[in-house]
């Protein structure tokens, strides 16, 4: 089937919107926010040339996200919808080729998406590279943790917001793979029927010295019987003490609700105050990632600084021809780079270089996987791994 594949304008998103409807679910009118041209985000059409008809659309976010104390520009990947009809055509490769190319002509790096069939993705570059953890836990098993000394709780306001934000980015940064928050749809006016964001019924932050040092959002949910939860959305500290206090909240919901859904972000002050061992259940969302551009993806992260060496390994991307070829990785000081070089005797594609790129998996556990090849021990791919596996907190 010829396509036309472009970018979708204002007069196209309803027509996307009945397509992704038809997808994922969803009610016959779209939300306005569905309808909006929304800041640094690309939204591509594949349209049948025959009849002009809208056959499949991907959604790319133009937002940061930290790596190594770092804000690297990805190209994160959503609503990826193609018509019944021509399902198994070669539309969505057709459409993520097209996204992909354009995300590096306008400088991004690396791309990460929540899949719904992984085999689809992993067969144009993606590997599984995370889950978006979260832990389901019983109230009542929520330790009672009065807040400590110097810890002034206080219910926040719209007005907030920005003290919200930079909390959240002196924690998030870090860790990596989180986004940045900043720009794009996070600078969009908070909504009239939840005015404290999105997701947030209920707003407290932890005040230390005149400082927000903790912030605890969430949902409310209904009821008081077996079936009530409160949905957390942001539960993050930069101190032990506001952990505990803001903990000492949520426990105090045991009276009228029975669950919590908390989100994850294993080795921050919270987690380390969570029962976590008591988790009914956790998180299988999974996440994948693919690096649009292997050298812009290694200079623009921040690595370990106590990382130094080179090694040399061989790139195959069909889909992104530029990655591919051999090169030559050096780390040193905190900073990456990737130079050409003759041929190496490791060879990856997009999957396992993903997969190493972020710190998810290791040479050996790669080349087990069927993800490295040639006769060059596996193990010294481990210099490219070298960075934390990476952890998500938004769903996009």
Not at 83 to 98: D, F, S
Not at 327 to 333: C, G, K, N, S, T
Not at 365 to 385: C, E, K, S
Request: some cysteine; aromatic content about 6%; proline content about 6%.
């Amino acid at each position: 089937m010829p396509l036309t594949i472009r970018e979708m304008t204002a007069d196209d998103l309803a027509e996307a919107w009945t397509l992704g409807r038809w997808a994922f679910g969803g009610p016959a009118e779209a939300p306005p926010r569905a309808l909006a041209v929304l800041p640094e985000t690309h939204r591509w059409g594949a349209y049948d040339d025959a009849t002009g008809r809208l056959v499949g659309k991907v959604t790319d976010h133009e937002e940061n996200s930290w790596g190594g104390g770092r804000q690297g520009p990805p190209a994160d990947i959503s609503g990826v919808a193609v018509a019944p009809e021509v399902r198994g055509g070669g539309v969505a490769r057709t459409l993520l080729t097209a996204a992909l190319t354009a995300a590096r002509d306008r400088g991004a790096a690396v791309s990460a998406l929540y899949p719904t069939v992984s085999a689809a993705y992993r067969s144009l570059g993606w590997e599984i590279t995370g889950l978006l953890g979260s832990a389901v836990l019983d109230t009542a098993a929520l330790p009672v943790l009065r807040a400590p000394e110097g810890v002034v709780l206080r219910p926040g306001t719209p007005a907030d917001r920005a003290a919200v934000v930079d909390l959240y980015e002196q924690v998030a940064r870090g860790f990596d793979g989180p986004l940045s928050r900043r720009g794009g749809r996070w600078e969009l006016p908070a909504r009239d029927e939840q005015p404290l964001g999105d997701g947030v019924d209920l707003l407290t932050l932890a005040e230390q010295d005149g400082v927000v040092t903790g912030v605890l959002g969430y949902e409310r949910g209904r009821g008081y019987g077996a079936e009530a939860a409160l949905d957390v959305s942001d539960l993050l500290a930069t101190t032990p003490a506001a952990a505990r206090a803001l903990v000492d909240v949520l426990a105090g919901w045991r009276t009228v609700t029975r669950t919590v859904d908390v989100p994850l972000l294993l080795g921050d002050a919270v987690s380390g105050v969570l029962p976590l061992e008591r988790a009914t259940a956790r998180g299988t969302q999974v996440f994948m990632h693919r690096l649009v551009d292997a050298e812009r993806a290694v200079a623009a992260r921040g690595w370990p600084s106590q990382a130094r060496g080179a090694v040399s390994f061989t790139v195959v991307d069909e889909v992104a021809p530029w990655n591919s070829g051999s090169w030559r990785l050096e780390l040193d000081a905190g900073e990456g780079r990737l130079t050409r070089t003759d041929a190496a005797d490791r060879v990856l594609g997009p999957r396992g270089l993903a997969l190493l790129w972020t710190g998810a998996g290791s040479g050996r556990g790669a080349a087990t996987a069927g993800l490295v090849t040639g006769p060059g021990d596996p193990a010294a791919l481990d210099l490219l791994a070298c960075g934390q596996a990476p952890q998500l907190r938004d769903y996009f």
